[in-house]
């Protein structure tokens, strides 16, 4: 009777166009089953759910009515929910025909709300709009998380699950392709069909997959994302190729990298490969937005709107950030596993240490690279990333590589040390990042003046510090080998080497006009002159003291001529004129 009553109230619904009419059936076709679910059979319960929802369907192919679409899932889903739980309450352990036989009924609901939310578009040939990507959405995710509930109460989760995760996603690729070589609706009913896939194959991955081959797999379904989004001309899908890849780098920075690896070979293990292939999908998808760089895209709209540059920019960030995460586990997993004895003998610190320093050394050959890559290209965020890890590189080699490194008596030997190999390609990195900066005309990143300010101060501080602990090596080590007390003479050798220092500072500011060059020799002078005054006047044997102040005083005759000669560029540097 029931049954007859909804098929009434959708004809009439439609016959005078009255959605309310519609609605009241369905809402009464669903209310009498509540009172008396626990009498009814299952298969019995699901002819009459199926039953009531094939008038819905009815309507849908004439009525695009989205409520009452709306109304009869909900009361679906949640009635078949309410009659599986009965059921699993009653039994202790449901047999497996019976569980097929209520999938089954599941499917069947599924199936005809798959036809409600999208035969009224096959029928009338009219777009869809976003509240019906929901409906389609909504009942598939009901389907899933009702089915899922079953097969978790039963204890048959993973296979089970992962069986029905991928049939949904293959139902609606086939539904979206089918729609595409019809070509007789509009392009938005495949656009919905193929993202609904697309979700439910992102699942599919964490439902029977872990480890390294979910991350790939979420990295590849973000390129696969981008590539749609770019196909339909809709920026959603992109935004949700962006979103994907970020979760897929989080969860290499994260998750990935700390699994136990049992036995370790470089390059030729999970990380290296997981970190290797999302690299490269990070770069071949900012290949595809350098491709489409001279439109106004809607996320370049969005990011510039909050400041954050354009994709490209995070793209390559990420990138570049991915890659020197590969690089220090690589390192660090390689110096830990075993003793590298060729390393050692030849850089003369110990494996541990040895480690640090070739780490430092990997960073800055990498930096390298990428400022070339971002000067050539003119790429910005290279640029800015380039000199932000040299500049933590150059930290790292002054806070900690310093402190790692250990003289071993007798075997030390100046500027042949790994140490001072470290700091001279920091200082030829430093040194071709300024010169680039000075000589282009053009700007390659905003505030270029300032930067390269920076980077003339950031290669004055790796040349000071790269000479003064090789000086400090060198006397600790002759120390060792002659048991002698060489603190007189390492602090003499340091306030000549910061003064000599300044002084070709100033010579450089002087021939160059620059008053920055200047500005930074003078303050280096000051150091030296206060260490003498404050601390060598006290501590240094009488002889090395004389010859301190001897020599400090003549270089700064040398700079007071200086500054003599070149009154204009004195002036200049007082008060910004030439």
């Not at 509930?149 to 989760?157: A, K, R």
């Not at 069909?193 to 699942?203: D, E, G």
């Not at 042949?416 to 001279?424: P, R």
């Not at 060059?517 to 240094?540: N, T």
Request: hydrophobic share 55%.
């Amino acid at each position: 009777l029931l049954t007859f009553i909804s098929f009434w109230s959708g004809a009439f619904s439609i016959r005078y166009n009255s959605k309310t009419i519609g609605v009241l059936g369905i809402l009464g076709a669903f209310l009498n089953p509540m009172l008396i679910i626990s009498e009814m059979g299952f298969t019995s319960f699901i002819i009459y759910i199926a039953a009531v929802n094939l008038s819905v369907l009815f309507i849908a192919v004439f009525k695009n009515w989205r409520e009452l679409i709306l109304i009869a899932g909900i009361g679906s889903y949640l009635l078949i929910a309410r009659s599986i739980n009965i059921i699993s309450d009653a039994s202790i352990e449901i047999p497996f025909a019976k569980i097929l036989q209520m999938e089954l009924g599941l499917t069947v609901i599924f199936l005809i709300f798959l036809g409600a939310t999208t035969f009224f578009h096959l029928y009338s040939r009219q777009r869809p709009d976003y509240s019906d990507l929901s409906l389609m959405l909504l009942n598939s995710l009901a389907f899933f998380a009702v089915s899922a509930s079953l097969f978790i109460t039963q204890g048959s989760y993973e296979d089970n699950v992962f069986y029905l995760t991928i049939s949904i996603a293959l139902v609606h690729l086939l539904l979206g392709y089918t729609a595409i070589r019809r070509g007789l609706v509009s392009s938005r009913v495949p656009f919905f069909f193929l993202s609904i896939a697309a979700l439910f194959l992102v699942i599919l991955f964490p439902v029977k997959f872990s480890g390294s081959i979910l991350t790939v797999a979420w990295a590849a379904e973000g390129l696969l994302f981008a590539v749609t989004g770019y196909i339909f001309k809709d920026w959603r899908p992109r935004l949700i190729s962006l979103i994907l890849i970020l979760v897929a780098a989080s969860r290499l920075l994260t998750y990935d990298w700390t699994d136990p690896l049992v036995k370790f070979n470089i390059f030729r293990n999970d990380l290296f490969v997981t970190s290797a292939i999302v690299i490269l999908v990070i770069y071949a998808l900012n290949y595809i937005y350098n491709l489409y760089s001279d439109k106004d895209l809607e996320e370049n709209i969005i990011l510039n709107r909050y400041k954050l540059n354009s994709v490209n920019y995070v793209l390559v960030v990420i990138g570049s950030l991915l890659t020197v995460h590969l690089l220090t586990v690589q390192s660090l997993y390689y110096f830990n596993d075993s003793d590298r004895a060729m390393i050692t003998a030849f850089f003369n610190p110990y494996s541990n240490n040895s480690g640090y320093l070739v780490l430092s050394l990997i960073y800055i050959c990498y930096v390298s690279f990428l400022m070339a890559i971002g000067l050539y290209f003119k790429s910005k965020a290279a640029v800015h990333f380039s000199l932000f890890w040299g500049t933590l590189t150059l930290l790292k080699f002054i806070l900690v590589d310093y402190g790692t490194f250990e003289i071993v008596a007798g075997s030390f030997k100046g500027f042949t040390n790994m140490h001072f190999l470290v700091g001279f390609t920091l200082i030829l990195y430093f040194a071709g990042t300024s010169f680039n900066f000075h000589e282009r005309r053009y700007l390659i990143v905003d505030n270029q003046a300032q930067i390269k300010k920076v980077t003339m101060f950031l290669l004055g501080l790796c040349i000071v510090f790269t000479l003064s602990t090789e000086i400090v090596h060198f006397f600790e080590s002759q120390a060792y080998n002659l048991g002698l007390n060489m603190m007189s003479a390492m602090h003499l050798a340091l306030t000549v080497l910061w003064a000599l220092c300044a002084l070709v500072l100033v010579g450089i500011g002087f021939v160059r006009i620059e008053p920055t060059i200047r500005l930074y020799g003078v303050a280096l002078l000051s150091i030296p002159v206060m260490k003498l005054f404050l601390f060598d006047v006290f501590l240094l044997q009488s002889g090395y003291r004389v010859v301190a102040f001897i020599s400090l005083g003549i270089l700064l005759l040398f700079v007071g001529f200086g500054y003599q000669k070149y009154n204009q560029a004195v002036q200049g540097f007082l008060f910004g004129n030439k």
